[in-house]
């Protein structure tokens, strides 16, 4: 494993958040930067069965199993964990398969001890649907902001750097996670791969982490200055705010978490990824000047902070300017779908 020294993000105690039911849900609204939460989860029945035995751990979670079929990935023992593209990068170096959780869980058991086992990994799936029941017995102090959560689960693994909309917090119930974080900024530095062409939906850093081509990849070592690196362990759970890039590993024989991702606008809204897709047509291929012309108007339309740039406007004509509700955002994506059509 490469390595550089690196900060660590801000870490505080469950105390020192005194994590009412609101209390954790409104210390983490409007946060901008990452934050661990030492033993969150700790009294979790799930930590506690994790921290008994894997088997234990196994036995608690078949206790919601309803016969649930999960998408699991296979990655042969020689990619070391990482889940990435092949080597000509026209496909993946990974397999899909369906299964029963249930053999899933017995598939992990059957290879706990072996350390040149395949990796068998269980991600991205709603609890809710997987496991019914399982998050009411195992709660976080965040329903105020209407999270999904969702499980993960596998043997080693190591998941490429990349970046999620919503916020994020990652619940650690067994085995260890060491995640590198990076801000925003830092994109131009990660070497982000194809946007529509990736493993799991979002684009991804090309860089091997634990062995960077720096000669390939010369930028990443500027990115590692401003990398932010924790290990987490069963009970701790790590807040990453929205479009923070995130590395993460799996380092044990059954690693699971439960994440939650959260939006602080509402559903209508939409995806923001659409506008930059839209914006890779239309505004990449102009002339350079034309593309200055168009940042400027991006920026005071929208990214500008100054509340009061359209107060010459009468509100009644404002529009998309002003204050939006589901009715102005569904007139509003009419109108966009009428101009598209020219």
């Known amino acids: 494993m490469w390595q550089r020294r690196c900060a660590k993000p801000e870490t ?10 609101s209390g954790l849900a409104n210390y983490l609204i409007g946060r901008d930067e990452p934050l661990v939460i030492e033993q969150l989860v700790a009294e ?26 999960v998408d699991a990935i296979r990655l042969p023992a020689s990619a070391d964990g990482r889940m990435f593209y092949n080597d000509d990068i026209t496909g993946f170096n990974f397999s899909r398969v369906k299964m029963p959780f249930k053999t899933a869980l017995g598939a992990l058991l059957a290879e706990q001890h072996n350390s040149t086992a395949e ?12 496991l019914p029941g399982l998050l009411g017995k195992n709660k976080v102090a965040i329903e105020s902001l209407d999270p999904l959560g969702t499980l993960w689960i596998g043997n080693k693994s190591r998941i490429a750097a990349h970046y999620d909309a919503p916020d994020n917090l990652i619940c650690v119930a067994s085995g260890k ?25 979002q684009p991804i ?36 705010p929205s479009m923070w890039w995130h590395h993460i590993e799996g380092t ?43 940042q400027a108007l991006f920026d005071h339309y ?16 404002q529009g998309p300017l002003g204050e939006l509700d589901e009715n102005t955002v569904r007139q509003f994506k009419a109108w966009l779908v009428n101009n598209l059509k020219h």
């Not at 990660?190 to 529509?196: A, M, N, T």
């Not at 010369?218 to 290990?231: D, G, I, N, Q, Y």
């Not at 995806?271 to 102009?286: F, G, I, M, P, V």
């Open 252 to 294: 044990e024989s059954i690693n699971l978490l439960i994440n939650y991702w959260w939006r602080n606008v509402p559903a209508y809204i939409g995806r923001s990824e659409n506008a930059l897709y839209h914006a890779l047509l239309t505004l990449k291929q102009l002339p350079k000047a034309q593309r200055r012309a168009w």
């Open 44 to 69: 979790w029945p799930l930590v506690q069965a994790a921290k008994a035995s894997n088997e234990s751990l196994c036995d608690y979670l078949l206790e919601f199993d309803r016969g649930a079929v």
């Open 12 to 21: 505080v105690t469950t105390s020192t958040l005194e994590c009412s039911q």
């Open 205 to 240: 850093s090309m860089v091997d982490f634990s062995a960077p081509d720096l000669n390939k990849y010369p930028r990443f070592e500027e990115a590692m200055k401003h990398a932010l690196v924790v290990e987490l362990l069963p009970g701790d759970a790590l807040y990453i």
């Open 177 to 201: 996670r060491r995640v590198t974080l990076f801000p925003p900024s830092q994109t131009k530095n990660l070497y982000v791969g194809p946007l529509h062409f990736t493993p799991a939906g």
């Open 119 to 130: 990796t068998l990994y269980v991600g991205s799936t709603t609890v809710d649907s997987c």
């Open 302 to 317: 929208v990214f500008d902070d100054d509340g009061m740039r359209f107060n010459h406007i009468p509100p009644s004509k």
